[in-house]
């Protein structure tokens, strides 16, 4: 009786495999891929360029090396966009006009753009750095730049606004 039994379910295990054989299914849950995407990326020469110091004594500068780099990413939602623009200056060096100085320009800003479909709205924040360092025991130039753009009303917002000469 145990040799019928053990035939029986033999048979039945048998008569299972007669479907084809299957891939094994992913136990492993999918990541949804980034829902931003660059959509810019380039770098710019500055060589040939000029800059103003308007710390004394003012003076013209020549740009004679150097790069801008922007790198521009976009999100795109059902009724937003988002988009964000980083500005870096890359081995940007100068040569004053008048004094004959040295100089090096670490800059960098960033804004962030904000589209609404419904309501149509735009808000446009900036943060702007740039220094103009020059060699020597002359001053050099601090600049930052900080507000938000609105529309509607069509409003801007100055949160900082410095400007300095700075030795």
């Not at 939602?77 to 040295?102: F, H």
Request: aromatic share 6%; net charge negative.
């Amino acid at each position: 009786m145990k040799r019928l039994a053990l035939l029986a379910f033999a048979c039945a295990c048998l008569a299972a495999c007669e479907t084809p054989p299957s891939a094994p299914t992913s136990q492993t849950p999918l990541i949804p891929p980034p829902s931003f995407a660059t959509l810019a990326n380039e770098r710019v020469p500055l060589a040939g360029e000029f800059a103003v110091n308007t710390c004394p004594p003012e003076e013209e500068v020549e740009i004679v090396s150097g790069f801008l780099h922007t790198v521009v990413t976009g999100e795109i939602g059902e009724t937003t966009e988002d988009v964000t623009i980083q500005v870096n200056a890359e081995d940007v060096v100068g040569v004053g006009l008048v004094t004959g100085a040295r100089y090096t320009q670490p800059a960098n800003s960033k804004e962030v753009i904000t589209i609404t479909d419904v309501p149509p709205t735009l808000r446009h924040e900036f943060d702007i750095r740039y220094r103009l360092i020059r060699e020597g025991s002359l001053d050099d130039l601090w600049f930052r730049l900080t507000f938000t753009f609105t529309v509607p009303p069509g409003t801007e917002d100055v949160r900082r606004l410095e400007i300095e000469c700075r030795s």
